[in-house]
Every structure is written in structure tokens, then in C-alpha cells.
Nanobody
Framework: QVQLAESGGGLVQAGGSLRLSCAAS????????MGWFRQAPGKEREFVAL????????YYADSVKGRFTISRDNAKNTVYLQMNSLKPEDTAVYYC?????????????????WGQGTQVTVSS
């Protein structure tokens, strides 16, 4: 049974930083892509960032490029999302997700497994 558990959300002022963690368990993720998505109230879930477990390659949404960094710790089976220079528009529930393969990596429907989400609130 695959489980993804996010942590690290909270309330921060604009310009501040947070680091989200996603602990993965239940299988070997070496061939998987791990993604972060977010969903603000009244909006659709949107892609934020991804990392391919096999080679560590990454990809970011334009809205977070240069401010967010995704990384992984193989020994801990954990993926991180370091968020710097946070803006009020970054406020959302952030979800960790996992999928096999490399097709449709930025599309939420392609992901098989999801965490429960963690709230990030950025005050102005």
C-alpha cells in the first residue's frame, strides 16, 4: 500500500520561506516521478514542481521557477519542496503525488498516488 505523507505547511508572511516534506512508503520509487501540486479555494489543482527519482531531474511551473526548489533524499524516501520568497498567491493546499513513467508529468490525472495535503498560507 503506497502512502504519501506531507508535512511542513503553515502560516508565513510574504517574503518568507517554508519547506514541505513528503515521506513515501509502500514500494520502491526508483522509477517514479514525484510531483507537488497545489489547490487554492475555488481554483483547479495546478502543477508546481516535479522530480524524477531515477536521475533527479526537475521541472517547475513558471509561477514558482527561481523561488521553489524540489529535491529528494533517497535514504529517507522523502521529497522536499523548499519555498522561498513566498507570495500571497502561493496560498493553497499543497499535495504530494507519485506516478510511474515520464508521460504527462505535469498533469494531475496522470498521478496514481496522492497525499492528504498540507495547508500553506502566506499573509501580505
Amino acid at each position: 500500500q503506497v502512502q504519501l505523507a506531507e508535512s511542513g505547511g503553515g502560516l508565513v508572511q510574504a517574503g518568507g520561506s517554508l519547506r514541505l516534506s513528503c515521506a513515501a512508503s509502500g514500494r520502491t520509487f526508483s522509477s517514479y516521478t514525484m510531483g507537488w501540486f497545489r489547490q487554492a479555494p475555488g481554483k483547479e489543482r495546478e502543477f508546481v514542481a516535479l522530480i524524477r527519482w531515477s536521475d533527479g531531474s526537475t521541472y517547475y511551473a513558471d509561477s514558482v521557477k527561481g523561488r521553489f526548489t524540489i529535491s529528494r533524499d533517497n535514504a529517507k524516501n522523502t521529497v522536499y519542496l523548499q519555498m522561498n520568497s513566498l507570495k500571497p498567491e502561493d496560498t493553497a493546499v499543497y499535495y504530494c503525488a507519485a506516478k510511474s513513467g515520464v508521460v504527462a508529468d505535469t498533469l494531475s490525472w496522470a498521478y496514481h498516488y496522492w497525499g492528504q495535503g498540507t495547508q500553506v498560507t502566506v499573509s501580505s
